[in-house]
């Protein structure tokens, strides 16, 4: 069965920094792009970005471009987002999800999500 | 405001059916195919429909896509409560080289 697992929710101040994380089994994780979507509370869905591990190419939306880090190892078959300075318009659901694709694409499975809050 | 325009909201009572729309521009829908994604109340997104009117599996029949032009549609028969959720239409960006999401559209089964 193909799955991701991500890391546990996080509580945090504005500021500082956090790494989660978005573990896959049960494919060849090196061989397929895995992005993030951030859901903020009450909101849809809005497309972070991705990276294919075997080689760590990246796209981001130009939303997020230098607000977050995508990174992945392919050694532990685990992605990663990263902030070096969260805000409070962080506080939000972030999902991975394995990206199938040239086309026909699609974006499947997902992780579970991980809920950042930051709040002083 | 989405790249992508759905309904905000649309319902339905049991038994009956439902059609939701997703519009875009020709680099996004007009040249790319779209996918459905399904959000039940505190669960992760779930891909309904792909390729424009593929269905995963385990996905039944009673849920149909279509695309035509720059929009494409869901279309739920046969309404069960357990369908109440948000619905999310989405596609490749040719420009953005990225995915672009629709608003979502809330599905309430009266």
């Known amino acids: 069965e193909v799955q991701l697992v991500q890391s546990g929710a996080e509580v945090k101040k504005p500021g500082e920094s956090l790494t989660i994380s978005c573990k896959g089994s049960?494919?060849?994780?090196?061989?397929?792009?895995i992005g993030w979507v951030r859901q903020m509370p009450g909101k849809g869905l809005e497309w972070m970005g991705m990276i294919y591990p075997d080689d760590s190419n990246t796209k981001y939306s130009p939303s997020f471009q230098g607000q977050v880090t995508i990174s992945a190892d392919k050694s532990s078959n685990t992605a990663y987002l990263q902030w070096s300075s969260l805000k409070a318009s962080d506080t939000a659901i972030y999902y991975c999800?394995?990206?199938?694709?040239?086309?026909?694409?699609?974006?499947?499975?997902w992780g579970q999500g991980t809920l950042v809050t930051v709040s002083s | 405001q989405s790249v992508l325009t759905q309904p905000p909201s649309a319902s339905g009572t049991p038994g009956q059916g439902v059609t939701i729309s997703c519009s875009g521009s020709?680099?996004?829908?007009?040249?790319?195919?779209v996918s459905w994604y399904q959000q039940l109340p505190g669960t992760a997104p779930k891909v309904l429909i792909y390729n424009n009117n593929q269905r995963p599996s385990g996905v039944p029949d009673r849920i149909y896509g279509s695309k035509s032009g720059t929009s494409a549609s869901l279309a739920i028969s046969g309404l069960q409560s357990e369908d109440e959720g948000d619905y999310y239409c989405a596609t490749w960006d040719d420009s953005l080289h990225g995915w672009v999401f629709g608003g979502g559209t809330k599905l309430t089964v009266l």
């Open positions: 999800a394995r990206h199938i694709g040239p086309e026909p694409r699609r974006i499947d499975p």
């Open positions: 049960g494919y060849n994780f090196a061989t397929y792009w």
């Open positions: 020709s680099s996004k829908i007009g040249t790319n195919t």
